[in-house]
């Protein structure tokens, strides 16, 4: 069920009586109430959680601001107007777990404001108020304005503006344009789910896109012609949203090949490139194209990453199609592992995976390594390499059915290795053996993505290590796979505070020493400060206990945790962050006892 219909079926249910048997409760603007959500109340027929219903008495052209806060529960905002239309709904724009929503009123009359919780077990006190918020200083309702190259503009999409065909209020911002400038349109809100269109000199479509900016912002990368252009930013939906949103027209200037020219691409390196009107048109609209030469049986790694698109990937033999790839990469990345069926050029073309979106920025990396080791021989690795396998006949056979690979590597005492294996034809497994043949990590999908596998391991002994690669569970499998092999940095001192940046991977240890939190268990302690703002992806991942992190601001007050949000036990948060601020991230464990062990922690741009 979508999103919208379960609040659709949310308002059936609480609206289809005058208060679905509750005693009324009045809400007034100044004036915060304290309630609790308790067994005795009705549910929610979706989730069955618990819900109060307020009335509140409202004027047309108002502008609303509704909290919900309470150290209990994870709260949840819905606000309905006098006909039971939604006209907003929030679950953590509060802060923590608090819920925060932000509209215009578009008529006069009683309106109604669900507080409810997420999770069917919610109950406990809350505080509900209402206040008003200061409009910042924008254009007319409905009157077209203007915008320049570099500029960002405030916007309210409230009652009196135009709307679209679907129904959600729209604006309108127009810009000329000399020919053959590239321009990007960033749309974001913190009070609704934005929407953005691009209209060229002719009337026609440019682009449009909902989520493209991570979140709920929007963007649109296009190359122009000359004349006026206009820009829609609007709700997505067909129901009529209000709230502030910040426009931005940028320069999008970069080394990119020229609009439909072939580039060419080296082993071992990464091109920027940039999907735009005046590219070759393919099955999925506008695509690049990037050639290398290749030989008989060598195994390539393609990536193509965007955090404007959903990328898709294809690699050809003159027309023949070699293999293709859609999210093999993290999110909506894409990758592509094979080994080349002879020599010759080889290209990849990079395209949106949504047919008609334009595009936007990307980069391409090409990889390569020797051909595949022989069936059933045991193969090197070392430190910083990222080698080519395959599970094929011939291999060892597993005491439990399936086959596997062995690759064996020397190691140090103290050293802290990180393992990857991808594979595309096989779901990964990993184990490692230590010199004395002890298993001393094992893993399925920890790289959190797919059913790819990861390791993070402090190796005690010296001397030589083998690693096992084999598919998951008793089955037969065949196939190409890529196994790397990383030396991080020694772990943080007991106790120390470490600072991480935006893409940085730290290896750790939870241990004594470490800073020991209220129930007991140890926890580190990262720094993060971050230059711009934007969402952010925490993971925490490990084999020795069940991971958990706590995000917390400059003065120590939690913001976010998790348990089990990444793979198996592993954690994954995501966070809207601000430039400029300090933020705490805790690596902890989940358990009503004192673990210790290795782990990877890595803070990443979401998307």
Not at 331 to 347: D, E, F, H, Q, S
Not at 480 to 488: Q, R, V
Not at 508 to 521: I, P
Request: a negative charge; hydrophobic letters at 35%.
């Amino acid at each position: 069920m979508t999103g919208r219909a379960m609040l659709l079926a949310l308002l059936a249910g609480v609206l289809s009586s005058p208060l679905a048997g509750q005693t009324t409760r009045a809400l007034f603007v100044g004036r915060p109430v304290t309630d609790s959500l308790t067994s005795r109340d009705p549910v929610r027929r979706v989730s069955r959680a618990p819900y109060h219903t307020w009335q509140l008495q409202g004027r047309r052209g108002e502008r609303l601001a509704l909290d919900l806060v309470s150290t209990d529960f994870d709260g949840y905002l819905v606000l309905a107007d006098p006909d039971g239309n939604t006209l907003g709904s929030d679950d953590d724009s509060g802060g923590e777990l608090n819920a925060r929503l932000r509209v215009v009123l578009s008529r006069d009359g009683t309106y109604r404001v669900i507080a409810t919780a997420l999770g069917d077990s919610a109950r406990g006190v809350y505080t509900l108020s209402a206040g008003t918020w200061e409009a910042p200083r924008v254009p007319q309702a409905g009157a077209v304005a203007s915008i320049a190259p570099g500029a960002e503009e405030e916007g309210l999409l409230e009652p009196g503006d135009e709307q679209s065909p679907e129904g959600p209020y729209q604006d309108r911002w127009v810009f000329d344009a000399r020919p053959g400038a590239r321009l990007r349109v960033e749309l974001r809100s913190e009070d609704l789910d934005s929407y953005l269109v691009v209209l060229g000199p002719d009337g026609r479509q440019v682009g449009s896109d909902d989520d493209g900016l991570g979140g709920r912002n929007s963007a649109v990368s296009f190359r122009t012609a000359a004349g006026r252009y206009t820009i829609l930013a609007s709700s997505f939906g067909d129901v009529p949203r209000t709230g502030v949103y910040r426009l931005t027209l940028l320069d999008d200037a970069g080394a990119y090949a020229d609009p439909g020219a072939a580039a060419s691409i080296g082993v071992g390196e990464t091109r920027e490139g940039r999907l735009e009107s005046g590219d070759a048109v393919g099955t999925r609209g506008v695509e690049d194209r990037w050639t290398f030469e290749g030989r008989a049986g060598q195994v390539v790694r393609l990536d193509a990453i965007s955090e404007g698109f959903d990328v898709y990937l294809v690699l050809r033999l003159d027309e023949m199609a070699v293999d293709s790839n859609d999210d093999g990469g993290d999110g909506t990345n894409a990758r592509i592992v094979t080994a080349l069926p002879r020599t010759g050029k080889y290209t990849a073309v990079v395209a949106a995976y949504t047919a008609g979106r334009t595009g936007g920025r990307y980069t391409l990396g090409l990889a390569a390594s020797s051909s595949v080791t022989a069936a059933g021989r045991s193969a090197r690795i070392a430190f910083g390499e990222r080698m080519a396998g395959r599970l094929e006949r011939g291999d060892a056979a597993r005491a439990g059915g399936g086959l596997q690979d062995v690759w064996e590597f020397d190691a140090r005492p103290g050293q802290e290795a990180m393992i990857e294996l991808r594979s595309g034809a096989f779901d990964a497994y990993l184990e490692l053996q230590d010199p004395s043949g002890v298993t001393v990590a094992e893993n399925d999908d920890g790289l959190g993505e797919g059913t790819d596998s990861f390791i993070a391991a402090h190796l005690e002994r010296g001397g030589r290590y083998r690693i096992i690669v084999r598919c998951f569970g008793e089955g037969y499998s065949e196939g190409l796979y890529e196994l790397a092999l990383g030396l991080a940095g020694a772990a943080a001192e007991p106790g120390r505070v470490v600072e991480v940046r935006l893409g940085e991977t730290h290896a750790g240890r939870l241990e004594e020493g470490d800073t020991v939190m209220g129930d007991g268990t140890y926890a580190d302690v990262f720094v993060f400060r971050p230059t711009a703002a934007g969402q952010i992806r925490v993971d925490l991942r490990s084999h020795d206990f069940d991971a958990y992190l706590i995000l917390q601001d400059e003065e120590g007050r939690t913001l976010a945790t998790d348990d089990d949000g990444g793979s198996g036990t592993d954690s994954q948060l995501t966070y809207d962050v601000m430039a400029g601020r300090t933020y705490r991230i805790l690596a902890n464990s989940y358990a009503e006892d004192r673990r210790t062990g290795s782990y990877q922690f890595a803070v990443r741009p979401a998307g």
